[in-house]
T-cell receptor, first 112, second 114 residues
Framework: NAGVTQTPKFQVLKTGQSMTLQCAQD?????MYWYRQDPGMGLRLIYY???????DKGEVPNGYNVSRLNKREFSLRLESAAPSQTSVYFC???????????FGNGTRLTVT | QQQVKQSPQSLIVQKGGISIINCAYE??????FPWYQQFPGKGPALLIA?????SEKKEGRFTISFNKSAKQFSLHIMDSQPGDSATYFC?????????????FGTGTQLKVEL
């Protein structure tokens, strides 16, 4: 049972480049989330998908887009990367309201 | 807007001591308060969670104390061990729609020394 799988684990981009972070879960969870983690700022929600076919903005959505491809997969796209998007990105899923979030191991992104 | 405030930012405790991390929240609609533990290079993992209808929940050496009137909750780690050295996050969410988003505190880096 793999849980939540994120790819890639590490990525370096130049300012202005684009990329897509991939996330897949094999637990049949309804809701999926993208967070970014920065020192001293905790985990901040970028976008979430409460159920297949729906997506909504979180606290810090600017500069990002998402796609809920199917129930398993939720991708995060940076169209034009900026140094302020240097961060560790975590994907998470949960089966229902107020149930535990299951996190992937993160993607460490550096934008130069 | 920081809806969940966590303190301290870092904490050093001797082996066998008690580690205490505090959180305060603003939104009275919150009805689920979990704590997550994160080791370097890994994603956070649920440690223990509480709902506001109880004042305390204990699982092994970990206890959550909850004070609804003060809008505060805390994590106590009894008999702290070096293996407890990690970053701890409190969080809160509410059930009434909005995707049931979890709002996290800023984290506490705990180091347990021998």
């Amino acid at each position: 049972n793999a849980g939540v799988t994120q790819t890639p684990k590490f990525q370096v981009l130049k300012t202005g480049q684009s990329m897509t972070l991939q996330c897949a879960q094999d637990m049949n969870h309804n809701s999926m989330y993208w967070y970014r983690q920065d020192p001293g700022m905790g985990l901040r929600l970028i976008y979430y998908s409460a159920s297949e076919g729906t997506t909504d903005k979180g606290e810090v959505p600017n500069g990002y887009n998402v796609s809920r491809l199917n129930k398993r997969e939720f991708s995060l796209r940076l169209e034009s990367a900026a140094p302020s998007q240097t961060s560790v990105y975590f994907c998470a899923s949960r089966p229902a309201y107020n149930s535990p979030l299951h996190f992937g191991n993160g993607t460490r992104l550096t934008v130069t | 807007q920081q809806q969940v405030k966590q303190s301290p930012q870092s904490l050093i405790v001797q082996k066998g001591g008690i580690s205490i991390i505090n959180c305060a929240y603003e939104n009275t609609a919150f009805d689920y308060f979990p704590w997550y533990q994160q080791f370097p290079g890994k994603g956070p993992a649920l440690l223990i969670a509480i709902r506001p209808d109880v004042s305390e929940k204990k699982e092994g050496r970990f206890t959550i104390s909850f004070n609804k009137s003060a809008k505060q909750f805390s994590l106590h780690i009894m008999d702290s061990q070096p293996g407890d050295s990690a970053t701890y996050f409190c969080a809160a969410s509410y059930s009434a729609g909005g995707g049931n988003k979890l709002t996290f505190g800023t984290g506490t880096q705990l180091k347990v020394e021998l």
